[in-house]
């Protein structure tokens, strides 16, 4: 039963270091979602999907973020230059769409839990 | 820019009792808001998702409600159980843009004692 699938479930990395998060959404979904959680900024939108295409980078706080999907499926969050400020959960989600609003609603993985030291 | 807030932050009630989280929002352009439960190291578990032209959706012991005008929801949770403690999120989609991203309030931690 595939839900949306996240890895590392937890990474602890050096700052400076560059770090890849993978997200597998449901099979079938074409909108994916990369959302970051933190004690001090609850919940925050970092970048949509919709296909291989990114209609919305908005939320990417640096230049040292960066995502793409391939093949309409699998993503990847990419952070170069680590900053202990990083340090957050990163959940994706993926969900059906059609047309330009939705309302359908957004699955989530279980998280990467990111630590810079 | 639209905020979104959640009272109260924490809860704690007895078995079986009926509770009501409270979600607000500044900006009634909204296209639907939904409710998550977030249990401890885990995703969101989507509850329920009420479009903008609906008043209320129900899921089991669970009810939202929906007042653009004022600009709140509320999730009405019957007969709570043990198993209903988690942080519960709601979140608000608006229209414009190129996207569908929600934007979160900061939860209610609930626990419910047995």
């Known amino acids: 039963g595939a839900g949306v699938s996240q890895s590392p479930s937890n990474k602890v990395t050096e700052k400076g270091k560059d770090v890849e998060l993978r997200c597998d959404p449901i099979s079938g979904h074409t909108a994916l979602y990369w959302y970051r959680q933190s004690l001090g900024q609850g919940l925050e939108f970092l970048i949509y999907f919709q296909g291989n295409s990114a209609p919305d980078k908005s939320g990417l706080p640096s230049d040292r973020f960066s995502a793409e999907r391939t093949g309409g499926s699998v993503s990847t969050l990419t952070i170069q230059r680590t900053q202990q400020e990083d340090s957050a959960v990163y959940l994706c989600?993926?969900?059906?769409?059609?047309?330009?609003?939705?309302?359908?609603?957004?699955?989530f993985g279980d998280g990467t839990r990111l630590s810079i030291l | 820019k639209q905020e979104v807030t959640q009272i109260p932050a924490a809860l704690s009630v007895p078995e079986g009792e009926n509770l009501v989280l409270n979600c607000s929002f500044t900006?009634?352009?909204?296209?639907?808001l939904q409710w998550f439960r977030q249990d401890p190291g885990k995703g969101l578990t989507s509850l329920l998702l009420i479009q903008s032209s609906q008043r209320e959706q129900t899921s089991g012991r669970l009810n939202a409600s929906l007042d653009k005008s004022s600009g709140r929801s509320t999730l009405y949770i019957a007969a709570s159980q043990p198993g209903d403690s988690a942080t519960y999120l709601c979140a608000a989609m608006n229209y414009g843009g190129a996207t569908n991203k929600l934007i979160f309030g900061t939860g209610t931690l609930l626990a419910v004692q047995p």
């Open positions: 900006d009634s352009a909204i296209y639907n």
């Open positions: 989600a993926s969900s059906l769409r059609s047309g330009r609003y939705s309302n359908q609603p957004q699955h």
